[in-house]
């Protein structure tokens, strides 16, 4: 292992050329004028990987954007990891407020800036290294690694459950490796055990054939922005509770350890608070900030569209009115009953005055894993000594749907052990990467592969 590490040790410079020249391709997923450059990337990534050492790599279509194969299959009796990572990436706007191009990876202080430093392209990169290390110095793997990259997170991975169940038996393997999480804060490398699910949906309202003088017929429609505005209203109540019935039928409780366990993690509020810029925290009584971002489910607002936006004033009633609306899910909740109770209610508290369409979007499933697993504490191992430091044991808010696919079509758990950090701005401007996470990152993913190897199937 040692001469894996100095291997790592002593190419970091080049690393850092050779990221920047995957964060040049603006891969966003979302944008249909960027299909070309998605494409690109997928192929950038599939000449790394054969140049790494990688075997059958190839590009498998889809009918959205390709996923990436590449396995590595010499270590026959030995687990089999299966990774995954996305190549994807959000879209860039408000570009305006980046302050280096973000495709034009810059380093300032330590920090990598560019879009997809952190999600997931760098991540996936860190383990391209770890991969290339052992490979360049021992002409092997201690392993089999089958690796899958996806193009398709940022948008929900439409057609990712159909590709894991289309090709079962090519990826079967012993446990999945993800690095597309991140660290508790800086200076705590951590493994993630829970993510929430999501139901997006989209809501529709169409008052009149057109937009109407607000003084001519003031008084006698409904006006669509209004009544979207009291259905977006009646979705909580005063404590922050989803009013849905049903909606929290199948919501596991909190275990009492854990929530001790997370009082007694290193989370300050009132920085929390004041690095967000936010007057006040709010959410659902009777939990605290942690138990609501990580083990309670949510309904937010993600966008409004709606009559007269522009600069100065217009009397208008508007034809239509539009909401983006997603619930986060915490275990067991189910995304199809949950986007049926969704729309039900909608229908209910929606009144007869205006026209009313609910389009379900993507969606995912929660998923959560004990951690007494044997992959789960090889990795501790593994941060230990990449780091330094004894890793924590964390949930995450956000959502990577594939995961629970893999536990019920593979039958296979996932170890995530990702180290973006909080604050790193991912899926916003100036996002970027802690270039000594990565450096770490590298090491922990080879050393990962080594423990791995020693865990008995
Ligand atoms: N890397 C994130 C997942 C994530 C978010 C991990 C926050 C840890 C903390 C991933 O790329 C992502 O953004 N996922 C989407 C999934 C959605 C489009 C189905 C998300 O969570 O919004
Ligand atoms: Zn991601």
Request: one cysteine or more; hydrophobic letters at 40%.
């Amino acid at each position: 292992m040692n001469n894996v590490i100095d291997f790592i040790n002593t190419r970091r410079d080049r690393y850092l050329d050779e990221l920047k020249a995957l964060l040049a391709i603006p891969s966003i997923s979302a944008l249909p004028e960027h299909k070309g450059d998605v494409l690109r990337c997928a192929e950038w990534c599939a000449n790394e990987m054969r140049r790494i050492g990688l075997e059958n790599v190839r590009l498998f279509e889809t009918p959205g954007h390709p996923v990436v194969y590449g396995d590595w299959l010499g270590a026959p009796g030995a687990p089999t990891i299966l990774f995954y990572g996305h190549y994807d990436v959000q879209p860039v706007d408000p570009v305006d407020l980046w302050e280096s191009p973000p495709f034009e990876a810059t380093v300032r202080d330590g920090e990598l800036y560019a879009r997809g430093a952190a999600d997931d392209k760098g991540q996936v990169f860190m383990h391209f290294k770890a991969i290339e290390a052992h490979m360049k110095q021992n002409g092997r793997l201690p392993v089999n690694m089958k690796l899958i990259l996806e193009g398709e997170e940022e948008v929900g991975s439409a057609n990712l459950d159909a590709f894991v169940r289309d090709h079962q038996s090519e990826l079967a393997a012993d446990v999945v490796v993800i690095s597309d999480t991140g660290m508790f804060e800086r200076g705590v490398p951590s493994i993630t055990y829970g993510l929430r699910g999501l139901v997006y949906a989209q809501i529709d309202l169409r008052g009149t054939k057109s937009d109407l003088h607000s003084g001519s017929f003031g008084g006698a429609v409904a006006n669509p922005a209004y009544v979207l505005a009291q259905i977006l209203t009646q979705m909580k109540d005063r404590g922050g509770r989803i009013k849905i019935p049903g909606f929290y039928d199948d919501v596991r409780a909190l275990r009492e350890e854990e929530r001790e366990a997370w009082k007694r993690l290193p989370f300050n509020e009132k920085k929390y608070k004041k690095d967000l810029g936010a007057p006040k925290l709010v959410g659902e009584t009777g939990y605290s900030t942690l138990e609501r971002t990580w083990a309670r489910p949510t309904f937010e607002v993600n966008g409004l569209l709606s009559g007269f936006t522009g600069e100065g004033s217009k009397t208008v009633i508007p034809a239509v009115a539009m909401a983006k609306v997603s619930m986060r899910l915490v275990p067991d909740q189910d995304p199809d009953t949950i986007a049926k109770l969704f729309e039900e209610y909608v229908k209910k508290v929606a009144p007869r005055s205006v026209e009313l369409k609910v389009t379900r979007m993507h969606g995912g499933k929660p998923w959560m894993t004990d951690f007494d697993n044997p992959y789960v504490q090889a990795a501790g191992r593994a941060i230990r000594t990449g780091f330094g430091q004894e890793p924590l044991f964390i949930r995450e808010g956000g959502s990577i749907p594939v995961v629970a696919t893999f536990q019920e079509i593979l039958g296979l758990p996932s170890v995530l052990f990702g180290i973006g950090l909080p604050d790193e701005n991912a899926h916003a401007p100036n996002e970027h990467l802690d270039l000594s996470n990565f450096y770490n990152g590298v090491l922990a993913s080879a050393v990962l592969y080594q423990e791995i190897a020693g865990v008995t199937k």
